[in-house]
């Protein structure tokens, strides 16, 4: 059975950074790219950010550009979202996603981890 | 960026009842359109890929059509179970993006 399961969350002052795990276990963790999805409180979901199964090829959403770092370690079955410069919009239940395959485009998540949250607030 | 607009943004049907949701795409994403679930406080769930087809495991009574810019969801006989939000989200380009959602309630 596909596992996927999210840590790192938490209260974090505007400025600060915060380091996400997603620790995956049941498939073949580096046969696939992995997704991160955000879903600020009350709102809808938002895609975040790809990367493909051997790491070498990333995308992220413009909101994040420049801020968020996402890597993965094939090695130990984990991916990360390294979050910098953290601003009170990036408050939200941040989701980590298996995707179909091991490509970033005409790719979808197909299983879902159960969130973890981050709360950026003075 | 592809903008997908999904209607309506709420709806309230009786249980039996048939429930159609419509997302429309900024652009031609030809079938590349997925249906999600999301029950209050868990994560999404894939219900349909590839615009039309059933993710395992998924009741039949759910279903998806269209291509192009134009899709539609729909549940044949609304179930007490089947209250949630429900996202179109397209991957034909990236960034992946979503539709705002359909919050479903019984009334």
């Known amino acids: 059975e596909v596992q996927l399961l999210e840590s790192g969350g938490g209260l974090v002052q505007p400025g600060g950074s915060l380091r996400l795990s997603c620790a995956a276990s049941g498939f073949t963790f580096s046969s696939y790219a992995m997704s991160w999805v955000r879903q600020a409180p009350g709102k809808g979901l938002e895609w975040v950010s790809v990367?493909?199964?051997?790491?070498?090829?990333?995308y992220y959403v413009d909101s994040v550009k420049g801020r968020f770092t996402i890597s993965r370690d094939n090695s130990k079955n984990t991916l990360y979202l390294q979050m910098n410069s953290l601003r009170a919009e990036d408050t939200a239940v941040y989701y980590c996603?298996?995707?179909?395959?091991?490509?970033?485009?005409?790719?979808?998540?197909?299983?879902w981890g159960k969130g973890t949250t981050v709360t950026v607030s003075s | 960026d592809i903008q997908m607009t999904q209607s309506p943004s709420s709806l309230s049907a009786s249980v039996g009842d048939r429930v159609t949701i419509i997302c429309q795409a900024s652009q031609d994403i030809s079938n590349y359109l997925n249906w999600y679930q999301q029950k209050p406080g868990k994560a999404p769930k894939l219900l349909i890929y590839?615009?039309?087809n059933l993710e395992t495991g998924v009741p039949s009574r759910f279903s998806g059509s269209g291509s192009g810019t134009d899709f539609t969801f729909t549940i044949s006989s609304l179930q007490p179970e089947d209250i949630a939000t429900y996202y179109c989200q397209q991957y034909d380009n990236l960034p992946r993006t979503f539709g705002q959602g359909t919050k479903v309630e019984i009334k």
């Open positions: 990367i493909s199964g051997s790491g070498g090829s990333t």
């Open positions: 590839d615009a039309s």
């Open positions: 996603a298996k995707d179909l395959t091991q490509w970033l485009v005409q790719n979808y998540m197909d299983v």
